[in-house]
């Protein structure tokens, strides 16, 4: 887990800095990106931390530099997604405030902050886009996933905790593109199914490694 | 669980870990800097400006309704200026007859929304942090990236080595004998 959190801090700005050098407008997205990176090594540091070891025989494969590397982008991607999602859903109920004449945010924050921020449906159509074009690739990892585990121990599938929290997280990440693109979900409701299914993503990573045990604890916490 | 602790570098074990802590310490110096380009922002002009219309969107709804009607007609024209690589939006749509208004790229979904203008406002001082953030951010990244490559060259293999680990203490009574 110290690995694979020291990794995901590094996608998380991965994700914000190419953004940025694709010449999107995204330097609010700075603040939560790097607060976020400095939390997670944060606390990979501290109540993560184990020494550097070999890798256990089970792990000795080609496949970890793809399923888990894939697993990595994906979550620093979904982050961004998150934060872009969480500034949508504040910026709304601002905009809602203000038309209700209003003179501040949610919480008491300055109507100058919200001014600042990309209009709803910029961040709206950002945190969709982010999902979508990350979703393939979660949906690789798990499959990467399944043919390794064939490989390492003789099957599939077998409904270990962190083969059915990924997939519980593909199923509300799929819902969420559904919606959107059926259903025609947009605003408020789809933002929160965006963050139930980041949600999904966080437990799957640090829920299921600490507190559940299974043939991916190889993390020596919990 | 046991695993190995032959077989590793301590000393590139070490740099990683310095690397990931002063990552962490880039990570928070960048946050800081955010955080005063969010705040001076707030003193830029349009931070400013948006206050006096949210105190002015109170005057004119209070007032008669030839403002409403000439506020109504205000947006409907469309002028776009073109700000410094980004999105579109300078100036805030004006109320009381000056300035220009202007729109986003239009999306056709029929709203006219209005992208703010990033957290340093118009404040140049706000723009300078945020620059010296990106610059913090991109080094914390190689800092991040380096304590990520130096924590996997810690356990590298050696060159044509196997993938081979001592063998766990066996339990049975029979390899005891051998």
């Not at chain 1, 199914?193 to 829920?207: D, I, R, S, T």
């Not at chain 2, 109170?58 to 030839?66: K, L, Q």
Request: net charge positive; charged share 15%; with cysteine.
């Amino acid at each position: 887990m110290y690995e694979f959190s020291c990794a995901f801090a590094l996608t998380t700005v991965g994700a914000y800095l190419i953004l940025l050098a694709l010449g999107k407008n995204v330097r609010w997205l700075g603040l939560p990106a790097v607060l976020a990176a400095a939390l997670t090594l944060g606390l990979a540091t501290s109540v993560l931390y184990t020494d550097s070891e070999q890798l256990v025989p089970a792990l000795h494969s080609y496949w970890l530099a793809i399923h888990v590397s894939t697993a990595i982008i994906c979550g620093g991607a979904f982050y961004a997604a998150f934060a872009s999602t969480a500034v949508y859903l504040a910026r709304e109920s601002y905009d809602k405030r203000k038309a209700a004449g209003l003179p501040n945010g949610p919480f008491k924050i300055p109507a100058s902050v919200f001014e600042r921020m990309p209009a709803t449906p910029t961040l709206d159509k950002l945190s969709y886009r982010i999902n979508a074009m990350v979703f393939p690739l979660w949906t690789f990892t798990i499959i990467a996933g399944a043919i390794w585990a064939e490989a390492a121990w003789g099957k599939y599938w077998e409904w270990d905790p962190k083969e059915t929290w990924s997939f519980i997280t593909w199923v509300v990440y799929a819902a969420y593109l559904h919606a959107r693109a059926t259903a025609g979900w947009k605003g408020r409701k789809a933002g929160y199914l965006a963050l139930l299914a980041f949600a999904c993503f966080l437990f799957n990573f640090y829920g299921v490694n600490i507190f559940i045990t299974g043939k991916h604890s190889y993390a020596g916490v919990g | 669980m046991s695993l190995l602790a032959s077989g590793v570098n301590s000393h590139l074990a070490d740099l990683s870990n310095k690397c990931i802590w002063s990552a962490m310490g880039v990570y928070v110096l960048a946050m800081f800097a955010h955080m005063f380009e969010w705040t001076f922002g707030s003193k830029g002009a349009v931070a400013r400006r948006s206050v006096e219309q949210a105190s002015l969107a109170d005057a004119a709804a209070a007032a008669a309704s030839p403002t409403a009607a000439a506020k109504k007609a205000k947006k409907v024209t469309v002028t776009v200026a073109a700000a410094g690589g980004g999105t579109t939006t300078l100036t805030r749509t004006a109320l009381a007859g000056e300035g220009a208004t202007v729109v986003t790229s239009g999306r056709g979904d029929g709203e006219q929304a209005v992208d703010g203008p990033g957290a340093a406002g118009s404040s140049e001082r706000a723009d300078m942090f945020g620059r010296i953030a990106i610059s913090l951010t991109v080094l914390g990244a190689l800092l991040n990236v380096a304590g990520v490559a130096f924590r996997g060259f810690s356990v590298m293999r050696p060159r044509g080595g196997t993938c081979t680990s001592s063998p766990a203490p066996s339990r049975s009574p029979r390899s005891a004998r051998t």
